[in-house]
């Protein structure tokens, strides 16, 4: 995320333009891709898909068919975040606010959060799911509830309120409790911090950047030897050094610099784990790997996909892809060394919710969006690819400039 909460939307386009014909390193683009993926706790092969500024795709059969919801049709101007939920839902981050959708066409408020707020992230806890929020130069996180049968307000304020939550991860402890870990930035010094707390409600820091210059996200957490094993994202506000992959053992009370890139700059890099496997994709179409839980890393750029954001349930373990050559928006680790597709996005059908609201503006996304299109299946092939023409070498920049114009642009919050 870029330092106001909302992913930045600047591009290459002077590099698209500096030739009839690109590369797949180049032609790629979270600009167009998949930020967020989420798979139901409910149904393993239900899963819903942040489009990145254009909407949310939806998918009930593990990605052999795809239906896509503009977001006319959502009735928000930028969704940030989501989170799959039962019963075929969703609940959204919003501009709005958080809003719950299903298989039917209406956009739900969900209650709790103070008037005119931004969610602006998500994340899955042992019973609900917690949201950072943004309104008015200040920030906070609330813990929701997904059963309200009883009347109660969805959503309650935590102890955290005023400092801007930049990320979030939750670790289950078991027996229904979990533990939730935040980095804030002050909005005042712009001093950051890591905190953590052991019943969802109060928290307390754990490690700080008291300098104002770094921008700190949690890319992992999960258990770890000597605590949670913890992965930040260190981001620094000016160009005086390189982002940095930092690692935890124990929860965040040290950290050490394990990995540093400096073509990273915004958007955070993807990262996937299972097991003592870890992938960290960056947004220029490399990929790293790590098989000692993140404490060394090595590329494997020419034979794992770009992973853009990745969710897992039981013992399947999904990624969306950020690389034109990886040959699928969406693939699956079958834990055995190999990735395949779980189908694209170029055959995605409006849905009846959108009929009306989004084209041409589907038209857009499905050729920029999704890759420019190809043939799509859901067996692999022997080179582990699973939709698009991964065989083809160029792509033509009129498409994604294509993309890029009818693209809205996302507010910006006033935040650090």
């Known amino acids: 995320m870029s330092r106001s909460g909302v992913r930045r939307t600047g591009g290459r386009a002077a590099i698209l333009l500096a030739a009839l014909w690109v590369s797949p390193a180049l032609a ?48 928000t101007i930028s969704v940030f975040d989501l989170l799959a939920l039962d019963g075929g839902q969703a609940v959204l981050a919003t501009a709005d606010g958080l809003l719950r959708v299903g298989s039917g066409c209406g956009a739900d408020p969900v209650d709790g959060l103070p008037a005119g707020a931004q969610a602006t992230g998500l994340a899955r806890g042992t019973s609900g799911y917690y949201s950072s929020i943004y309104l008015d130069g200040s920030g906070g996180l609330y813990r929701c509830d997904t059963d309200v049968s009883d009347g109660a307000a969805p959503c309650v304020a935590t102890q955290l309120q ?40 109060t928290f307390r820091s754990v490690y700080s950047w008291p300098d104002g210059d770094v921008d700190p996200h949690l890319l992992y957490a999960g258990p770890g030897g000597n605590g ?76 794992e996909p770009a992973v853009r954001c990745s969710d897992r349930s039981g013992g399947r373990l999904i990624v969306c892809a950020d690389h034109f ?48 299109g190809g043939a799509c299946y859901a067996e692999p092939t022997d080179e582990g690819r699973g939709c698009g023409d991964a065989s083809g070498a160029v792509v033509a920049p009129w498409l994604l400039l294509l993309g890029r114009r009818r693209r809205r642009p996302t507010p910006r919050t006033r935040a650090p």
């Open 28 to 75: 790629h683009g979270n600009r167009f891709s998949i930020s967020t993926v989420s798979i139901a706790p409910d149904d393993p092969d239900a899963w819903w898909a942040n489009a990145n500024g254009w909407g949310v795709v939806r998918t009930d059969d593990a990605g052999a068919t795809w239906a896509w919801r503009c977001e006319e049709s959502i009735g």
């Open 162 to 201: 005023g400092p801007y939550v930049k990320s979030l991860r939750v670790v289950s402890t078991g027996a229904g409790a979990d533990r939730v870990y935040v980095t804030t930035v002050d909005v005042d010094t712009l001093a950051a911090a890591l905190q953590v707390s052991d019943d969802g409600v």
């Open 228 to 303: 949670d094993r913890l992965l930040v994202w260190r981001l620094p506000r000016s160009a005086a050094t390189a982002p940095t992959l930092l690692f935890s053992d124990d929860g965040g009370r040290t950290f050490a610099e394990v990995f540093s890139d400096g073509q990273y700059t915004d958007p955070l890099p993807g990262i996937a784990v299972s097991g003592e496997t870890v992938w960290l994709g960056s947004d220029v179409g490399r990929t790293w790997r790590s098989l000692d839980g993140g404490r060394h890393f090595f590329e494997v750029s020419d034979a």
């Open 325 to 372: 050559a990886d040959g699928f928006d969406v693939g699956v680790w079958d834990g055995a060394q190999r990735w395949s597709g779980a189908g694209c996005l170029d055959g995605a059908e409006v849905d009846a919710c959108g009929a009306d609201t989004c084209e041409p503006y589907h038209d857009a996304f499905m050729t920029a969006g999704a890759y420019g």
